[in-house]
């Protein structure tokens, strides 16, 4: 595990080693580690259960090569956990990419997340590097700065 603050807990400890380590097949065993029902917000979803958040991850694992999430901090205080991490992939045309962002996690009492909130800019991280409309994009935000 590659995050500078490792003083979490086991149960935090496991979730992020399976998180560092996904392929496409452990996303069916998501169970073990998240609650149904779980509340799953990012800049493109917001679901309310476990076969939706894992819809979200087998979509993926289609859409993106080599898929990898590098946490790079880990903070927990009682049943709360704030992540940061490194989302590295590569296009289906073989470009490189990285997405930085941050994640909330709460889990239930029976120590299974059961709220997981993803904190990116969609606009920085994904808009700007598009051709067409990464060029409106920059331009927006020059014109708003």
């Given amino acids: ?50 076969a939706a958040v894992k819809h979200i991850f087998d979509d993926m694992f289609k859409r993106v090569d080599q898929p990898r999430f590098v946490v790079t901090t880990a903070i927990e205080q009682g049943d709360d956990c704030f992540l940061t991490w490194d989302f590295l992939f590569n296009t289906k045309g073989g470009k490189p990419w990285v997405i930085r962002g941050a994640s909330h996690l ?10 997981h909130r993803d904190y990116w800019d969609a606009a920085e991280e994904l808009y700007e590097k598009l051709p067409l409309i990464g060029a409106l994009m920059r331009w927006l935000k020059k014109r708003a700065g």
């Fill in 106 to 115: 709460r889990y239930d009492a029976a120590g299974l997340v059961a709220f």
């Fill in 1 to 50: 595990m590659t995050a500078q603050n490792r003083t979490v807990s086991d149960r935090t400890r496991a979730l992020l080693h399976w998180f560092e380590n996904l392929q496409s097949t452990d996303v069916a065993r998501m169970g073990q580690y998240y609650a149904d029902p779980v509340f799953f917000k990012d800049p493109f979803n917001e679901v309310s259960s476990l």
